[in-house]
């Protein structure tokens, strides 16, 4: 059951929603709007590809928190899901538009649960990834309190589970675009992997060790 949920915040899914929703935006000539979703959006998909490309490339990371990267299926579900029910809100339940964040929210939250269960990513980059989405999402309806008309919430609803339906269980290949990318920007040949920090721990754990052994 988690392996075919988690496909939920997929690229593949979360990178047209997204792009609906500007769409969207702009055709309801709310172009700040637009421009503020896909600002809010692709700087935290930049912070997922940095800290990625990171330790890809270089290692950094943590061994400690068991961190490799930001975890990019919670962060996309808890931006996107957030805001596409937020919008509709702002046309159907005004009053609840709080509620109907919130709910996106739980929906990303159970999105970074399904990338526990399927072993993806550790706690701390779930995390991370939640945090991530919930700040991009919280700042986006923050400065967005238009009232929108049914009629124009249903040109969203519908773009958005034609989305849904076309693009739920496909996958977009981005760990390996990542992947490719940091070992370019690096200038590595072979990517630095989770088993990698427990090395690193033991040679920074030995070292120490040395050093404490040398001033006795």
Known sequence: ??????????????????????????????FSSSLRWL????????????????FIGWGIGSSDFDFTGISGHTMLASATLP????????????????????IG???????????????????????????????????????????YSSKAAVCLLIPALVVFNLQFGNKVPGQDIITRIALFVAGHN????????????RIFTEKQQSTINAGN
């Open 83 to 102: 805001v596409l029910l937020y919008l509709l809100s702002r046309a159907w339940l005004p009053r609840h538009s709080t509620l109907a964040l919130a």
């Open 39 to 54: 600002l809010a959006f692709g700087s935290a998909g930049l912070l997922v590809a940095i800290s990625k490309i990171a």
């Open 105 to 147: 929210w739980l929906g990303g939250a159970a999105i970074g649960y399904s990338r526990l269960e399927v072993h993806a990513h550790s706690l701390s980059e779930v995390v991370l990834g939640f945090t991530c989405g919930l700040l991009a999402s919280s700042w986006f309806a923050s400065k967005t309190a238009e009232r």
């Open 1 to 30: 059951m988690w392996n075919r949920f988690t496909n939920l915040g997929d690229l593949a899914v979360m990178l047209p929603l997204a792009a609906t929703i500007a769409v969207w935006l702009a055709a309801q000539k709310q």
């Open 190 to 201: 072979h990517p630095f992997e989770r088993k990698d920090l427990k090395i690193q721990a």
